[in-house]
C-alpha cells in the first residue's frame, strides 16, 4: 500500500486548507484510514480517521467541528478539510492505514504511511 498526501501549505490563521491522500495497492478487508499531525518538539498526534466499511469517521477533540473528513471511493482518495485554522494547527500532517480497525487512533495501530505535507498557520 502506498499512499500520497498533498494539499498542504501555508494559510492566515481563520482560513482554509484541504489535503488529501491517495491510496495504491490493495488492502484486504476493514481498514481505519486516518490523519495525523506532528508538531517540531511534539509526538504525532491522531486528528481524525475514517472507517473504510461504512465511512464513520472519528475526531480528536482539538479539531471536531472544525476538520470534516471525506472521501471519493473512485479515486481512492480521502480528504481533511481543514477551517477555521489556527496556529496552533501547524504541523506536517501525515496519512496512515490502519489494517483490521474501523476505528483507530493509537500511532502503532497504523502500518503504512504517506510523506506528511506542511500545513503553516501564520499571518
Known amino acids: 500500500v502506498q499512499l500520497q498526501a498533498s494539499g498542504g501549505g501555508l494559510v492566515q490563521p481563520g482560513g482554509s486548507l484541504r489535503l488529501s491522500c491517495k491510496a495504491s495497492g490493495f488492502i484486504s478487508g476493514d481498514y481505519a484510514i486516518g490523519w495525523f499531525r506532528q508538531a517540531p518538539g511534539k509526538e504525532r498526534e491522531w486528528v481524525s480517521s475514517?472507517?473504510?466499511?461504512?465511512?464513520?469517521?472519528y475526531y480528536g477533540n482539538s479539531v471536531k467541528g472544525r476538520f470534516p473528513m471525506s472521501r471519493d471511493n473512485a479515486e481512492n482518495t480521502v480528504f481533511l478539510q481543514m477551517n477555521s485554522l489556527k496556529a496552533e494547527d501547524t504541523a506536517v500532517y501525515y496519512c496512515?492505514?490502519?489494517?483490521?480497525?474501523?476505528?483507530?487512533?493509537?500511532?502503532?495501530?497504523?502500518?503504512?504511511w504517506g510523506q506528511g505535507t506542511q500545513v503553516t498557520v501564520s499571518s
Open positions: 475514517m472507517s473504510s466499511s461504512d465511512g464513520a469517521t
Open positions: 496512515g492505514v490502519a489494517p483490521g480497525y474501523n476505528a483507530a487512533i493509537k500511532v502503532e495501530d497504523y502500518k503504512h
